[in-house]
């Protein structure tokens, strides 16, 4: 299968693969643009995704960059309708029990107002969310934010982007050859496709396909999961907001569980800290619980391993700031959906979109956490850059994969105090 050599061919049909395909193509109809993914679009981390999205962040280039997507979405359901995808301002708490934590930073007062607001007053939180521990003492609730369908956002871009002429090829890259300033890309199939511009959007796989073409690009992998179960006894209201838990904790395990995990070194872990982050949320008739606390970095697999105790070790923590929840630890809900997905980052959790140092080889990556709600945004600045258009947003260049060759921005990177993780 060759094509001509002017062709754009996006390695990986995810999320932002599509999102950069669509906004080529709604730009320049003309152009002659390859969708090439080892399996169908959407199936591999886009499906993992929590489908959340919110407009806040502690850094200026992430707010305004989470900003600008959400107005994309915005824009795509008021061409295509409405109900083009379901996207439901449901908001966003992050929860904690100490009234003086702060969860992100410090921000102005106009910043807080602007954003986000912060709740303290006991009684505010008891009548507003009465599921809620007395413990917690401090909600930080994002308004504009909620959660989208992201398969049928995503269907809808890939759709439109194949009526502009989009080709999608299914195929598992073997090999890229340069030939000049153009790419002859090999499948395991022998069949060849010719691209004059390569797009690495191949999610954590994004190092596999770079090192092809000679590139080691700063990211890492962490595997996380989720799960769904079913909610029969109502624990969780259907119109609660995806609620964080911000406090690090330690599991309340059992006396005789806490002798088990100390006897038993692969359970010794058990016994540690956990980082805050845990969220939960409906989802239908049920509840989605995740918690990103996996801090190994390691090579992608196309299958991951199946986690007997995760679901456990979530409900436990879950049940430190909703009580009501511990009903459910020990007689977990059946069935239980559970899946894993990878986080793909950069040390600061910023994105790498944008030219690289190979001459017409661009990146688009590194969404960790946030893939979802910024993939708009993160494919309209990597057509931009495809398309040499000079008018880019002023978060571009923290994103940029020169990025760590900037004192200015490594300076940023350097005074953020957390890790960047959702």
Request: net charge negative; with cysteine.
């Amino acid at each position: 299968m060759s094509r001509n050599n002017n062709a754009i061919v996006i390695c990986g049909a995810g999320i932002a693969g599509i999102a950069t395909a669509y906004y080529l193509l709604k730009t320049n109809p003309k152009l002659n643009i390859v969708l090439l993914d080892k399996n169908q679009p959407l199936s591999f981390t886009t499906s993992r995704s929590g489908e959340n999205f919110r407009d806040f962040w502690p850094q200026k280039c992430m707010r305004e960059f989470a900003s600008d997507s959400i107005k994309l979405m915005k824009q795509l359901r008021e061409l295509h309708g409405q109900d083009a995808f379901k996207m439901s301002f449901s908001g966003y708490n992050f929860i904690s029990k100490n009234k003086d934590k702060h969860i992100f930073s410090t921000p102005s007062e106009s910043l807080t107002h602007q954003y986000y607001k912060e709740i303290s007053d006991p009684t505010t939180i008891g009548n507003q969310y009465p599921y809620l521990s007395e413990e917690v003492e401090k909600i930080v609730s994002i308004t504009n934010a909620g959660h989208i369908d992201v398969y049928a956002m995503g269907s809808l871009m890939l759709s439109e982007a194949k009526k502009l002429g989009a080709i999608q090829v299914e195929g598992e890259i073997k090999a890229i050859q340069k030939n000049g300033t153009s790419f002859e890309i090999i499948l395991q199939s022998q069949k060849k496709i010719d691209a004059e511009t390569l797009v690495i959007a191949s999610g954590p796989f994004i190092n596999h396909v770079a090192n092809m073409v000679g590139l080691q690009l700063p990211i890492e992998n962490t595997l996380q999961r989720k799960f769904i179960i079913p909610d029969p006894k109502k624990l969780i209201p259907r119109d609660m907001p995806f609620s964080i838990y911000a406090d690090a904790q330690y599991l309340n395990w059992s006396k005789e569980e806490k002798e088990f995990f100390a006897s038993e070194e692969k359970y010794n872990w058990l016994l540690n800290e956990f980082p805050g982050g845990l969220h939960i949320k409906p989802e239908g008739e049920g509840i989605k619980l995740g918690w990103a606390f996996n801090t190994n970095n390691e090579l992608p697999q196309w299958e991951t391993p199946f986690s007997d105790i995760f679901p456990q070790v979530v409900l436990k923590g879950a049940s430190s700031f909703i009580p009501q929840l511990i009903e459910y630890e020990n007689n977990i809900p059946t069935p239980i959906t559970e899946y894993a997905g990878y986080y793909t980052r950069t040390k600061e959790n910023w994105p790498l979109i944008g030219p690289t140092t190979i001459p017409n080889v661009h990146v688009i990556g590194a969404l960790s956490g946030y893939g979802t709600m910024t993939a708009c945004a993160a494919g309209q600045l990597c057509s931009k850059y495809i398309l040499n258009d000079q008018e880019l947003p002023d978060y571009a260049p923290y994103f940029h994969p020169n990025k760590y060759q900037n004192p200015a921005i490594v300076k940023e990177i350097n005074a953020i105090k957390s890790d960047g993780q959702l």
